[in-house]
Structures are given as structure tokens and as C-alpha cells.
């Protein structure tokens, strides 16, 4: 009976922890995007230029980019900076792996424009600014993976395809939640195309 009542607490616990997370998740700031089309399995979004802190890398998986990446974007915004600055963090976090090497991006917040950012202290991290561009976006919940990765950008491809949409760029990966938030989680493949409004 005691063990149950453990149990069931820490059970509690966990919801009341994991709820807390989610919702924080939903106040964080998102890359703004305008929804050119919704389809039933996939979306044709307009991004806009924006400010990105970028570290390259000669991972070439998904694990290998994340875990390196990740700290050291982290870092940055976390006050490793000349002015010693704190940066919200925002989502998505962008990555673009191939076997040639990869990119990790934590897009700024809107309030920062490329000259007003704080110097990184890493001088790997480069501060950039993205190129307006049309994509077309598949979604998938839970945690990433690399097969995961591959088979929803083989599928967006395949969708692409179907409806003659011409792709011209390589796909990136979109990750919106925090490691440990285990409820609710959200991703993305995103890939360039031909687009006219």
C-alpha cells in the first residue's frame, strides 16, 4: 500500500513536471513564418530572413551534430559571451546534416538583428543572417532519430514529387522541445522550393 502511494505521487510529480514543461514550451518565441498553403500531410511556408548563431560541424548524423552542437550553441546564449549576455532561447533549432558535413542554428529572437547580438566568446559560433525561402514542411511527434529523419524527408520528397513541386536545396531538421520534455513533443523536415504566389 505504501509503495502505491509512492507510486502514484511521484506519478504526480512527473504529469505536474512535464505539464510545466509543455507549457513553457508554447510561450517560447518561434521562428515567424507566413502559411502559404495546408495540405492534408504537409505545408507550404514563406520564412522571412533571419538572425541565426550557426556552428558547422564534421558530424554527419543527427546524434552526432546534436550533442556538440547543442552545448555549445547553449553556452553562447547562456551568457558565453563578450558582453556576458543572456539570450532567450527560441525554437525551432535548425540542422542540416549531409556526409559532407552539418550546420546547428539557434534562431535569435526578433528583438536582435545580426549587429546588435553579443560577440560569441566560441569563435566557431557564427552569427548569420538566412536567406527569405519557400518550403515545403512534414511534421512528426516524439523524439528524432536518424531513420526517422530520413524516412519523413523520403516522404516529403515523394509528396514533392507527386505534385511536380521542384526542390531546390537540401532538406534541413527542425527540433522544437527540450531533451526532457517527453509529452507533446514536435518536429519538422523542411525543403527549399520553387514557389510563386
Not at 510545466?20 to 498553403?37: C, H, P
Not at 519557400?134 to 511534421?139: E, G, P
Request: charged share 20%; hydrophobic share 40%; aromatic share 12%.
Amino acid at each position: 500500500m505504501k509503495a502505491l502511494t509512492i507510486g502514484l505521487v511521484l506519478l504526480g510529480i512527473y504529469i505536474v513536471f512535464q505539464s510545466f514543461i509543455a507549457a513553457n514550451a508554447s510561450k517560447t518565441e518561434k521562428q515567424k513564418y507566413k502559411l502559404i498553403s495546408k495540405e492534408e500531410n504537409f505545408e507550404i511556408r514563406f520564412y522571412p530572413s533571419a538572425t541565426m548563431a550557426t556552428i558547422y560541424s564534421n558530424a554527419t548524423d543527427y546524434k552526432g551534430l546534436a550533442n556538440n552542437g547543442f552545448r555549445k550553441l547553449a553556452r553562447y546564449i547562456f551568457g558565453g559571451n563578450e558582453q556576458k549576455q543572456s539570450i532567450s532561447m527560441t525554437a525551432p533549432v535548425r540542422m542540416n546534416m549531409s556526409e559532407k558535413g552539418s550546420t546547428m542554428s539557434f534562431v535569435m529572437p526578433s528583438k536582435f538583428n545580426q549587429s546588435a547580438l553579443p560577440v560569441p566568446n566560441d569563435k566557431s559560433i557564427i552569427i548569420e543572417q538566412s536567406k527569405p525561402v519557400y518550403v515545403a514542411s512534414i511534421s512528426f511527434p516524439g523524439y528524432a532519430s536518424d531513420a526517422k529523419i530520413k524516412l519523413k524527408k523520403e516522404q516529403l520528397v515523394q509528396i514533392l514529387n507527386d505534385k511536380h513541386i521542384k526542390i531546390i536545396g537540401e532538406y534541413s531538421f527542425l527540433g522544437y522541445n527540450a531533451p526532457y520534455q517527453f509529452i507533446g513533443r514536435t518536429n519538422e523536415i523542411i525543403i527549399p522550393i520553387e514557389w510563386k504566389e
